[in-house]
Structure formats: structure tokens, C-alpha cells
Nanobody
């Protein structure tokens, strides 16, 4: 079955950096788009970044553009999220997700419904 295991979270001061990783297994990782979402306490899960199956295109929510970078290594079945210039409002549990379909239409790539499998998440806490 599909398994997604995140790592790399932690406590960091504002302005610092973290690199999250997600190790995938149980499916053909190299043919699926992948994404990162986050959920802060009391808030809904929100899209952070996505990457196409071959890494050719990436997508970001506006508030992280220029600070975060998503990447993937298909040989290692891993997707990463490099987070720089972190802010307290970035504090959340970050989860990776596998896209539901192989469609080449990425119009809805930022939507929760596009994904069918999720990891348990890794906590990122940014202090003032």
C-alpha cells in the first residue's frame, strides 16, 4: 500500500531554514505529481507546493513563493521542500501527498481533492 513518511521538521527561529523530506513507497513514484500541504492548529489544511512527475513544473501558494522550493529525486523516491526565510506564520504540520491521477491538466493541482494519499506529517515551529 501507499506509504509516505515525512522527516526534517523541527523548531527554528524566524529567518532560519529547514529542509523537509518525504520518502514514498508502495506505488510508482516516478509517474505521479506530488505536493506538500500544511495545517496549523485550528485551521484547515492548505496547499503549499506541488511538483510534476518529472520535476519539470512546480507550483506554490503565493505566501511562500521565493522562499520555498519543492524538488524530487525519482531514483530515491523522495520529494523535498526547502524552506528559507521562515516566518512564525509558517508554523504548522507539513504533510506530503500523492496526486490521485496521471492527468496532464494541472489546473486544479492546488486542490485537496487532487490527492488520495497523505503522510502523517512533520511539525515545523518557527519562533519569533
Amino acid at each position: 500500500q501507499v506509504q509516505l513518511v515525512e522527516s526534517g521538521g523541527g523548531l527554528v527561529q524566524a529567518g532560519g531554514s529547514l529542509r523537509l523530506s518525504c520518502l514514498a513507497s508502495g506505488f510508482s513514484f516516478s509517474i505521479y505529481a506530488m505536493a506538500w500541504f500544511r495545517q496549523a492548529p485550528g485551521k484547515e489544511r492548505e496547499f503549499v507546493a506541488a511538483i510534476t512527475w518529472n520535476g519539470g513544473s512546480t507550483y506554490y501558494r503565493d505566501s511562500v513563493k521565493g522562499r520555498f522550493a519543492i524538488s524530487r529525486d525519482n531514483a530515491k523516491k523522495t520529494v523535498h521542500l526547502q524552506m528559507n526565510v521562515l516566518k512564525p506564520k509558517d508554523t504548522a504540520v507539513y504533510s506530503c501527498a500523492k496526486r490521485r491521477s496521471l492527468s496532464s491538466d494541472y489546473t486544479r493541482i492546488r486542490g485537496l481533492a487532487e490527492y488520495d494519499s497523505w503522510g502523517q506529517g512533520t511539525q515545523v515551529t518557527v519562533s519569533q
